[in-house]
C-alpha cells in the first residue's frame, strides 16, 4: 500500500484487506439504487408480508398494472424478489436470501414499523 498524503496516526491496511473490489460495491449500490424509488419501496415491502399478483399489488398501491410490472422487473432483477407462475397468473414474493430479509429488518426498522410477523396475537 502507498503512503497515504496525511498521517492520522491511524493504521488502516487491516481494513483495505478485507475491503471488497468494486464489483461487490456495485451489486450492493444495484440494490439500494431499486430501493431509493418509493414505490419500489413500497412493493418490495408488501412482498416481504405476502406473496400477490400484480393486479392485486397495483390496487394495493393504487398504481397501474403497467407501472407495477415495470418495478417488479426491476426488483426481480436485483435479486429481492421471485416468482412464479399458477396457471395464468404469476405471484411475487420476497426472496428468501440473506440481503432480502436484512432489507425488510432494515426498512422497518428506518419508518419504526412492527412487522406484523413479529406483532402478539391479539
Known amino acids: 500500500m502507498e503512503n497515504l498524503p496525511h498521517d492520522h496516526?491511524?493504521?488502516?491496511?487491516?481494513?483495505?484487506?478485507?475491503?471488497?473490489?468494486?464489483?461487490?460495491?456495485?451489486?450492493?449500490?444495484?440494490?439500494?439504487?431499486?430501493l431509493s424509488d418509493r414505490s419500489r419501496?413500497?412493493?418490495?415491502?408488501?412482498?416481504?408480508?405476502?406473496?400477490?399478483?400484480?393486479?392485486?399489488?397495483?390496487?394495493?398501491?393504487?398504481m397501474s398494472s403497467p407501472a407495477v410490472s415495470h418495478h417488479l422487473r426491476q426488483l426481480k432483477a436485483s435479486g429481492l424478489i421471485v416468482s412464479r407462475r399458477a396457471g395464468k397468473e404469476v405471484y411475487y414474493k420476497a426472496a428468501d436470501t440473506p440481503q432480502a430479509q436484512m432489507l425488510h429488518v432494515a426498512i422497518e426498522k428506518m419508518m419504526e414499523l412492527t412487522c406484523p410477523w413479529e406483532q402478539p396475537d391479539q
Open 9 to 34: 496516526g491511524q493504521s488502516i491496511e487491516r481494513e483495505l484487506s478485507h475491503m471488497p473490489g468494486e464489483e461487490g460495491f456495485q451489486t450492493v449500490a444495484e440494490i439500494f439504487r431499486q
Open 41 to 62: 419501496l413500497r412493493i418490495f415491502w408488501l412482498l416481504c408480508h405476502c406473496e400477490e399478483c400484480v393486479i392485486n399489488l397495483a390496487a394495493l398501491v393504487s
